[in-house]
């Protein structure tokens, strides 16, 4: 079974200052993970993806994330925030032999203070 | 292209009325997907269909079913609607390969009064 965890439902940072979107998950297999976007009042798009390799993946618009495996931790960062960062932001799971199940956590909204 | 195309946008139903939400993608995508999003409850899987012909149930699958009509289409129906269903609905598609980018519509924002 899979599942993820993101700890904070709201986070807040002013403009400029490091932004840091914590997630955690469970597999049974090889992860695959993803970070998503939302704006409001819009679909969902793609930040950024871990499959296999270079354990750090860099993504659109500055972000960053990190997979530890021994931490089974897939935090998202952004070392300068800007306004346009404000949106609520998903970390997703998925695995091969899982029937292409994708499973995302329960979110996280950005708020970005001038 | 017009990519994973939901309708209607918007919808208002009474307790007790059925309706299908309509999915259709133009990547030739295998895997299709139905979320609800609920405020505090992230995106949550109703149901999947891993390719054309094959369909399983999700973390939240009560109160649903869905149609893998063919490669393109992928429908929701709520057959008794609910309050509780009331929710944001996205349609997703991506290939079969679990490391593949996941595509999704604008959702579908369904009342139920």
């Known amino acids: 079974a899979q599942s993820v965890t993101q ?5 807040s940072v002013s403009e400029g200052a490091l932004v840091l979107l914590r997630c955690n998950y469970s597999s049974s297999v090889p992860p ?3 970070w998503y976007v939302q704006y409001p009042n819009q679909g969902l798009q793609l930040l950024l993806k871990y499959t296999t390799g270079a ?6 618009n500055g972000f960053e994330a990190e997979f530890k495996k021994s931490e089974t931790s897939f935090h998202l960062t952004k070392p300068s925030a800007h306004m346009s960062d404000a949106a609520e932001y998903f970390c997703a799971v998925s695995g091969d032999n899982q029937g292409g199940k994708l499973i995302f956590g329960q979110g996280t909204e950005l708020s970005v203070k001038p | 292209n017009a990519g994973v ?9 009474k ?3 059925s309706m299908t939400l309509q999915c259709a993608q133009d990547m030739n995508h295998n895997s299709m997907y139905w979320y609800r999003q609920d405020p505090g409850m992230g995106l949550r899987l109703i149901y999947y269909s891993a390719s054309e012909g094959t369909t399983d149930k999700g973390e939240v699958p009560n109160g649903y079913n869905v149609s893998r009509l063919n490669k393109r289409e992928f429908s929701l129906r709520l057959e008794s609607a609910a309050p509780s269903q ?3 609905y996205f349609c997703a598609s991506r290939t079969p390969w679990g490391g593949t980018e996941a ?3 604008q959702g579908t924002r369904l009342t139920v009064v």
């Open chain 1, 7 to 11: 700890l904070g439902s709201h986070v």
């Open chain 1, 32 to 34: 695959y993970l993803f």
């Open chain 1, 55 to 60: 354990t750090l993946v860099k993504g659109i």
């Open chain 2, 5 to 13: 195309t939901q309708t209607p946008k918007f919808q208002v139903l």
């Open chain 2, 15 to 17: 307790t007790g009325q």
């Open chain 2, 86 to 88: 009331t929710s944001v």
């Open chain 2, 103 to 105: 595509f999704f519509g």
